[in-house]
């Protein structure tokens, strides 16, 4: 379980959360939504350990990681499997030792496993053709498919974390991304959190929805309440919703 | 108010760097080791920076010695040319010059390339995956420059030579044999040791610098032309500055009266 008991955070002057508190279940799907420069982002590198909050505690699993150094963090980290914005690949190895990397560097597997497995995930992700190119050379699209091939490649997880999985790609590059993350959730049995300023994306994959406004939360619900919500801010949020569902 | 807060932050850098300094040194010798890294840092370092030292190395000789030719000419000590080239070379000016074309080559692209990776997510990525940043991107670059600067130095100092050899022999109509042979009697220990122990030094100041710089890169491609651009000039003073220092303590040390 994911706890944020009253987080504040900020970037030198500049304060991003104000007394944020949220639970969450690891097998929940989750939407944290806001306008970019919210702090969405913050949050998931908050529950990574990857930035320390300023004020408040951060409960992984019983443990306040606020508290954990780098070594500790480390199983705590391992608990999620995180997808970047823009796919965080490293660019100066191909596709395949992009996916192989947590293999060999961590799991110390041999070259013939390491491959197979490479060979496994890329094709899951509909990439299989891209193993021998270079980051720069992908689509956007084929970009996070192949950022999430290799979370996977981490092994099993208890949730998986998306930052903006569908930022900047096009309907059919963002729907495919979208099932691609559903058909994950459901084979994996396990749940997300996606980050996203784009409300028809959280509103097709997820069941809860938390709504970041000048660092707080103003709204934190399901499906039901999101749509009758009488929260002025987050109605105009939504709006684009209604739009795609009269359309 | 945004004084005191300046301060603070420049503090706060200060710390973070001797942090990166003694964390450099302490991981060194802790496992894993990253060979692959370190050989592929060492090639770019290195190998790939043998022709714009030995380019710029060979102007510098060039002028020294013409320089040189035409002052000492005119007192009629013609043929201390190559006397002086080399103690300037092998002391003060081979170093110092191969250290500031490493700080615009590998320095320049330590910073930029570790800064395009924390705006990337990819220090993240490693730090979720459990792989100490220090180990796996900074002390892999330290290593690559505290190797490599040194033998550039060396070839850096031989093209030097070569080049005010060419101006002493071809242009002031000197003896070569000459040359050379006063070049040989002040490859003393003194003046080899001088010379030898100050790339060590620059290499592990430049690396730390651009590493530092790199990774404390924030906001965007304008943060990485700060960070690129901080990373250089303060390398430039850092390293004029201390082979001053390294200057004064070796001549003290090495017994050389001033």
């Known amino acids: 379980m994911i706890v944020f008991d009253d987080v504040w955070f900020s970037y030198g002057d500049r304060e991003v959360l104000k007394g944020v508190s949220f639970s969450a279940n690891f097998d929940e799907r989750i939407a944290v939504l806001g306008e970019s420069g919210e702090g969405k982002t913050t949050i998931l590198k908050l529950i990574l350990g990857l930035i320390v909050p300023d004020k408040g505690k951060i409960i992984i699993d019983g443990v306040d990681i606020t508290q954990l150094d780098e070594e500790e963090l480390i199983p705590i980290r391992r608990q999620f499997s995180i997808v970047f914005q823009e796919g965080a690949l490293f660019d100066s190895l191909p596709v395949k030792e992009n996916v192989a990397f947590f293999m060999r560097e961590i799991l110390k597997l041999p070259d013939e496993q390491i491959y197979k497995r490479v060979s496994e995930l890329l094709n899951r992700v509909g990439v299989i053709d891209a193993e021998e190119l270079m980051p720069e050379e992908l689509s956007g699209g084929m970009h996070r498919r192949v950022a999430i091939a290799r979370a996977l490649a981490a092994g099993k997880t208890k949730m998986f974390l998306y930052d903006e999985p569908t930022a900047g790609l096009d309907p059919i590059n963002s729907e495919r991304i979208m099932s691609l993350i559903e058909d994950l959730a459901n084979k994996e049995n396990i749940g997300f959190m996606i980050i996203t300023h784009v409300v028809y994306v959280a509103w097709q994959l997820c069941n809860r929805f938390i709504f970041i406004k000048d660092g707080s939360i103003l709204f934190d619900g399901n499906k039901k309440e999101l749509i009758l919500t009488e929260i002025p801010a987050v109605k105009d949020f939504i709006k684009e919703l209604f739009f795609r569902v009269e359309g | ?258």
């Open chain 2, 1 to 258: 108010m945004k004084f005191i807060t300046k301060i603070q932050k420049n503090i706060y850098d200060l710390q973070n760097f001797y942090l990166i300094c003694i964390n450099s040194l302490l991981k060194l010798f802790r496992k894993p080791f990253y060979l692959d890294d370190i050989v592929e840092q060492m090639e770019y370092a290195g190998a790939s920076s043998v022709f714009i030292v030995s380019l710029v190395c060979l102007f510098v000789g060039m002028a020294l010695s013409l320089q040189l030719s035409a002052e000492l000419s005119g007192l009629g000590l013609k043929m201390y040319t190559g006397k002086i080239v080399g103690i300037a070379v092998i002391r003060e000016i081979g170093p110092l010059v191969t250290a500031l074309v490493f700080i615009g080559r590998v320095g320049a692209g330590q910073a930029a390339e570790i800064g395009s990776m924390i705006l990337g997510h990819q220090i993240d990525t490693l730090r979720v995956y459990g792989i100490d940043p220090i180990k796996k991107v900074v002390i892999p670059r330290v290593i690559a420059s505290v190797i490599m600067l040194p033998c550039l130095t060396i070839i850096g100092d031989l093209i030097c030579l070569f080049g005010g050899y060419y101006i002493a022999v071809f242009v002031s109509n000197q003896s070569g044999s000459f040359y050379w042979s006063s070049i040989i009697k002040e490859l003393t220990f003194e003046n080899v040791f001088s010379g030898s122990i100050k790339p060590f030094i620059f290499g592990y100041l430049i690396s730390c610098i651009s590493c530092f710089y790199g990774l404390t890169t924030r906001g965007g491609a304008k943060g990485l032309r700060t960070s690129t651009t901080k990373a250089v000039v303060t390398s430039i003073v850092v390293v004029i500055a201390t082979d001053f220092v390294l200057t004064r303590i070796l001549l003290y040390a090495l017994g050389f009266s001033v």
